[in-house]
């Protein structure tokens, strides 16, 4: 599709920043995640930690005590105490786990159910208290390492990670894992379908990142809970160490996630890890000192909890900036997943009218060939159609044709844009299926 000179000209001054009727505005650079501060579910009666979810009625809880070496269910790396409250571990390669309250590892480890087939009927390796539904908590301050490259790793949903390729150790080490790194305090999401060293992984990018969070004091949360057909994730930081937590990373796994060698365990290559395991589990690697505070593992009451922005706002028309005669803006609301719009070069929008201001709070988007490359995008909306304000920006996951939610603090809005700035195709083309608003009513 050509060009017209205008149409260049128009997105030469929307790079340059320019604002005009048609909802350019500055262009960024590097898309990161908007990390906008998320209402808390209450505060932990323990530590004091702002909680996204509640806690279950009931459900395991585990926080980190005054004394760790008297607690029977924690493992791995010792601690040493600090006079301000806070824990320092030396060890470069430091796990610390964390086990149910019903599990003992020495004489119940050999009997977990491994087979994954068994595993999605069952809903547990060990017994109904293992992690499943969890927020994951905890402080760190990165003081020094060999390799700022490497990442902070929450995670649960298995038992011990010790197995080198062969069943049942390698089947134990399942997990869904949240990662932040030290040289930017990026986020990543990984699925591990098996333990044997590296294999056994899928993984998406890192995103959203800014600055470096070497020395300082940082909340880091991993959560994870049942949807129907799959599994949410969610990453949560408190970079400022003031109790205000933001989300910097969403995604559902529910299907299409995959490994790329064989599974050991009977299941499929894109298992969905929908079971609990009886550990939990705080890694990292390369850090020769890290300082610790409150570090926590909540089993969450999962009820409801699918989506925070959970009303379908139906469009009364879509429009776009650009598009190909065989793939018009109107084919990504038409419900059917085979058709699309696409639209050529940097810039290229797609907005949906709404008909009357509403409150909006998501977009969720369905990527042409999404479960091939990840596009760079970001979501504006607008009262009147003239000027526009950013909700999210990011990185979808490439790893799924699933419509993927990009999520924002509730606003009033008529009109929702998604603008498209780059993709790992590399062809200069932005492509959607479908695109839906959400809102909170």
Known sequence: MRRSRASLLMIALAVAGAVSATGFTSVPTTPTIVAAAVPLAGVDPVDGVGMIYPTKPGGQVWHLSADPSADTRLDGTPMSSNLDGTFTVRDVKTRIGVSTSTYDQDEDEDSLTWRQPDLRTQGFMHDGNDWRNVEITGYVRYVSGTDDADAFTWYARGGRHTGEGQTPEACWGTAYKGDLRYSDGAVRFEKEIYHDGGAGYAQDSYTGGGD?????????????????????????????NNGTWTRVAAREDTGGWSIDTPNPCGGSPDEKVTWGGPKAAFRWDDATRVDLAKFSVREIAADGQADPCPVKLAPAGVTASTWEAVNPPA??????????????GYGANLTLDLGAARSVCGLNVAW??????????????????????????????????????YRFPPRQARFVRVSWWNSSAGNGWASITEAAAYGVS
Do not use: C, H
């Open 212 to 240: 470096s969070i070497k020395g300082k004091m940082v909340g880091f949360k991993m959560v994870m809970y049942d949807i129907p057909g799959g599994v949410r994730l969610e990453a949560y930081l408190d970079r400022a």
């Open 368 to 405: 042409y060939q999404g479960d091939q490359w990840w596009n760079d995008y970001t979501v504006y909306t607008s009262p009147d159609g003239v000027a526009y304000t950013k909700a999210a920006e990011g990185r979808s996951s490439g790893s799924t044709l699933n419509a993927e939610p």
């Open 331 to 344: 084919q990504a609301v038409d419900g059917n997943p085979s058709t699309r719009w696409s639209g050529q």
